[in-house]
């Protein structure tokens, strides 16, 4: 009889790298067919349907997510403990053998999952938290989880997680949409992909751009923002398209706003290079690894895991953080030396294929089960 495993996931859209992860895990253990395959959502969504076309049942148990606001932690409270008995309740008449939690942010489900009797995996995606909270984490996830895994060798170290934690590299974007058959000459597009809050960095973008058109005179490099407003944080969204305007740059960067997933593929494949460049440890690095598949040079501060995405000054480059200078002066060497550019997006795609593949991250993620089901 196969074992039936629940994917939990704390959200239903389809436009950040958690939940895009979460579908690609549920449609390769379908696509494998070894286990029967379930999750469980807080609200119906983009992410509901794509699991449902994928083979996977899905069952909406309302939820809402912990957030630092009074207001908003009051209606996590408010909604916790009914949904955390009706997951309870799912666990226990379905038979669920294993719950796969999505990222960190689910962690307060954890302990429903072991009462009701599943073992239970929490993936970790995000680095977050002072060592305070990471503390705090670790304990809760080590003594809740059966298994841990991370997304990175740095994120495993970030949480300072044992020898319980494994890492599994992401299987990496879709390979029929990010995908480039040939390099060739292109516009100078520069392009950062990032949703509109400060730790994203897209105030560290619009100083690059400034400097590489300083640095680069007699070409007029095109720049593009592939983001939008996020709930909370539209200050900074407004304080960035201002700045926009006072740096005189509005006339040669376009700032797309929120699109779907399938769109970036096109915008990416019309780029010469992705800045990303974040104010964040970043846990390893979605945008990054789509550049690499679609044909884009990657410039990227030495944050978090960025550095496991490909090899410093072979596949891409990595700038230490707060070097606006030193990362426009890797762009325009990039833009002014075609076959300098070819080898490394070359030599990314290799990498790439090497290291983040669906074969092996479902096949990681099996050996995990298969530990904890004996």
């Given amino acids: 009889m196969k074992k039936k495993i629940c994917i939990f996931c704390s959200l239903s859209s389809f436009n950040t790298g958690m939940p895009i992860s979460t579908y690609k895990l549920a449609a390769g253990l379908v696509r494998e067919g070894r286990f029967d395959v379930c999750a469980v ?17 899905v069952t909406v148990i ?16 408010l909604t916790y403990f009914t949904a955390g008995f009706r997951f309870y309740r799912f666990i226990k008449k379905r038979g669920i053998d294993i719950v796969h939690f999505s990222d960190i942010i689910d962690a307060p489900f954890y302990p429903w999952a072991k009462l009701a009797g599943a073992r239970v995996v929490g993936h970790v995606r995000v680095c977050t938290g002072g060592a305070i909270i990471r503390r705090i984490f670790r304990c809760w996830a080590q003594f809740f989880c059966s ?4 997304v990175s060798k740095f994120t495993k170290c970030y949480y300072g997680f044992g020898k319980r934690a494994a890492v599994i590299y992401n299987p990496g974007p879709d390979r029929e949409n990010f995908n480039f058959n040939a390099t060739a000459p292109i516009p100078p597009n520069i392009l950062t992909v990032a949703s509109f809050r400060y730790e994203k960095g897209h105030h560290n ?17 095109r720049f593009t923002i592939i983001g939008g407003k996020v709930p909370g944080h539209e200050k900074y969204y407004n304080e960035i398209m201002g700045d926009i305007k006072r740096m005189g740059l509005d006339g040669c960067l376009t700032v797309t706003d929120n699109i779907p997933h399938e769109q970036v593929a096109a915008i990416m494949f019309d780029a010469a290079i992705l800045l990303h460049v974040p104010d964040w440890e970043e846990a390893l690095g979605g945008v990054v690894l789509e550049a ?8 990227a501060y030495d944050c978090g895991g960025v550095g496991e995405c ?8 990595l700038v230490k953080r707060g070097k606006i200078d030193e990362v426009a002066d890797r762009a325009v060497s990039l833009l002014s030396d075609f076959e300098l550019r070819e080898k490394i997006v070359t030599e990314a795609r290799k990498e790439l294929d090497a290291k983040f593949s669906m074969a092996l991250y479902i096949g990681g993620v099996e050996k995990i089960y298969d530990s904890i089901c004996r």
């Fill in 292 to 299: 690499m598949a679609s044909g884009a040079a990657v410039v």
């Fill in 41 to 57: 959502l807080p609200e119906e969504g983009d992410l509901g349907s794509r699991l449902r076309g994928a083979g996977a049942g």
């Fill in 310 to 317: 490909f090899t410093n000054g072979v596949s891409g480059f």
């Fill in 62 to 77: 309302p939820f809402n997510r912990v957030r630092a606001k009074p207001a908003l932690l009051l209606l996590f409270v």
């Fill in 147 to 150: 298994r841990i895994i991370t």
């Fill in 205 to 221: 973008f619009l100083k690059i751009a400034s400097s590489i058109i300083k640095k680069y005179p007699s070409k007029q490099p």
